[in-house]
């Protein structure tokens, strides 16, 4: 300490605005010599805390509102578009000093949740990926962690004790992670994942027995004797008579035709050979497997892939792929519309584009031209009315006839029930797919947990190795499987957070760190 004075400066500090006026606080600084003979520093400054820190441009009570405010802003929106919203507000800063600040930020603590959440999200879709954990009571994110093994999962949750619930899918390395760092934490089944898991094993069944679908699609099909609303905005008008003679007239407005069915002849003609090759290699893999061969052999002998021979193996009949989708597939849920606006004398392509661009369609005004170019053709004075459009698609994918079997028939089109009805009668394995997939969501209406064991037997017993391979996994994992019957909890809240992370990485144009994603979301919840 010294009293010797040595010269004086003045510093200018930036201070809160007052009523939005810029407000500058002018300081006189003293300066000190030691009068310690050999001290190393001869002069120093007086300090002024708690009014600034030392160098400091700014007074502390600014300072802090304003990395606050940075902090914030930072958080909320990341660097680059925190740095050019900045001026808005009337402050400025870089974007690495947004992310700095970011880096810096204390993470506040949480308490260890007693109903955990646990799910997967992508870091770079298809190559790596992390895990998620959601407190499910508090709705609000917990940790981030670098991967999915079970080995992560566990550490986290040794050193966190005190979770009663964990709430999952039915991913293998977070079961055993769970079991191993929280073993006496009830395992919950994600319901959503074990419905998805089912529908998926009944789009195997139906992929099977792709000739069964094709041969149910009948040309009948969105024929009736009836004037609908769709007829009516057609320009169809029904005719005084017997229901039986009923027939229906073109009215005054032009009427659009309906669109021909594609010829697939030539389709077929072309994929005539690889489907011939695939069929030999089909029936050479079961002949191959009865002679005892293993399928690692099967797969060097016939130059297949394992999931190829697999297939092959589980299928019980050659299976067919699936033919193209008709002309236009992005148009065809507009086509309602399109025919009533055609109806009501709109032909302007252009018109008609920008009304279905308004109503969310993303297609190219080329696309609508091409979809109507068939309608300008037909004559307006035409009075050979040409055959109602069919409900139902040339060949409708498996994934098409997984949602109508396992929909109610009351939210089913005429056409799809009667397809339905046709592809079970005809077809013994779909019928039977249809069944165990509708009593399993059965279960989850219900939550009748005694029906788990029973049905759990019933796809063990059946004929189709898709069920019962899945039947096998929900054996393994029946403890977790009874709980998502039983317990109120599931993953919806985690998946909903899994939302925000990729909102988040997409805000940082998919570059950030984890930890500068980590620090975003939690500090940010």
């Not at 402050?91 to 600040?101: E, V």
């Not at 986290?156 to 004790?161: E, F, G, Q």
């Not at 006496?184 to 679908?213: P, S, T, Y």
């Not at 396992?406 to 029930?417: C, D, G, I, K, N």
Request: proline share 6%; glycine share 6%.
């Amino acid at each position: 300490m010294t009293a010797r004075v040595q010269s004086r400066y003045r510093r200018t500090l930036a201070d809160l605005s007052a009523q939005g006026t810029p407000v500058w606080v002018r300081v006189e600084v003293r300066r000190f010599r030691c009068a310690t003979h050999g001290c190393a520093r001869r002069i120093f400054t007086e300090r002024l805390a708690p009014l600034a820190a030392p160098y400091a441009r700014r007074t502390s009570r600014l300072t802090t509102r304003l990395t606050t405010a940075l902090t914030r802003v930072g958080m909320l929106t990341g660097g680059e578009v925190g740095a050019r919203l900045l001026p808005a507000l009337g402050l400025s800063a870089s974007p690495t000093t947004l992310l700095r600040l970011v880096h810096r930020a204390v993470v506040p603590a949480a308490p260890t949740p007693r109903v955990l959440g646990v799910d997967d999200w992508a870091r770079r879709r298809g190559q790596t990926y992390g895990t998620i954990l959601v407190d499910l009571e508090r709705r609000v994110p917990v940790d981030l962690l670098d991967d999915r093994r079970s080995e992560t999962l566990s550490t986290w949750l040794k050193a966190h004790p005190g979770v009663e619930i964990i709430s999952r899918d039915r991913a293998g390395a977070y079961a055993l992670g769970a079991r191993d760092g929280a073993p006496d934490a009830l395992q919950v089944a994600d319901r959503w994942h074990l419905l998805k898991n089912v529908g998926e094993v009944l789009e195997r069944v139906l992929h099977q027995h792709r000739r069964a679908i094709d041969d149910a699609v009948s040309p009948d099909d969105g024929e009736s004797a009836e004037v609908t609303a769709t007829d009516l905005a057609m320009g169809v008008a029904p005719v005084e008579g017997d229901a039986a003679d009923r027939t229906t007239v073109p009215l005054a407005s032009p009427t659009p035709p309906v669109l021909s069915s594609i010829d697939t002849s030539s389709a077929e003609v072309a994929a005539e050979g690889p489907r011939t090759a695939r069929e030999v290699a089909f029936e050479q893999v079961h002949a191959l497997r009865a002679t005892g061969l293993s399928i690692r052999e099967v797969t060097k002998r016939l130059g297949l892939s394992r999931v190829t021979v697999r297939k092959y193996l589980r299928a019980e009949q050659f299976p067919e792929r699936a033919g193209r989708r008709s002309a236009s597939p992005s148009l065809a849920r507009w086509d309602g519309h399109l025919r009533t606006r055609w109806a009501e004398g709109c032909t302007n392509a252009r018109v008609l584009w920008e009304e279905l661009t308004a109503l969310g369609f993303h297609g190219s005004k080329r696309a609508v031209r091409e979809y109507v170019s068939d309608w300008r053709k037909t004559s307006r004075a035409a009075t050979d009315l040409a055959p109602p459009a069919r409900s139902l698609p040339l060949r409708p994918s498996s994934q098409q006839v997984r949602w109508w079997l396992t929909l109610p028939e009351t939210e089913l089109e005429p056409s799809q029930r009667r397809f339905v009805a046709r592809l079970v009668e005809t077809c013994p394995a779909v019928r039977e797919g249809q069944r165990l997939t509708r009593s399993f969501m059965n279960l989850f209406e219900t939550r009748d947990a005694a029906q788990l064991v029973p049905w759990l037997e019933d796809a063990e017993a059946s004929a189709m190795a898709s069920f019962r391979d899945f039947a096998i996994g929900l054996r393994r994992d029946f403890e977790a499987v009874r709980a998502s019957l039983t317990s109120p909890w599931s993953n919806g809240q985690t998946e909903g957070q899994v939302t925000k992370v990729k909102l988040l990485k997409r805000q940082m144009y998919g570059r950030g760190s984890l930890h500068l994603l980590r620090q975003r979301l939690l500090c940010s919840a």
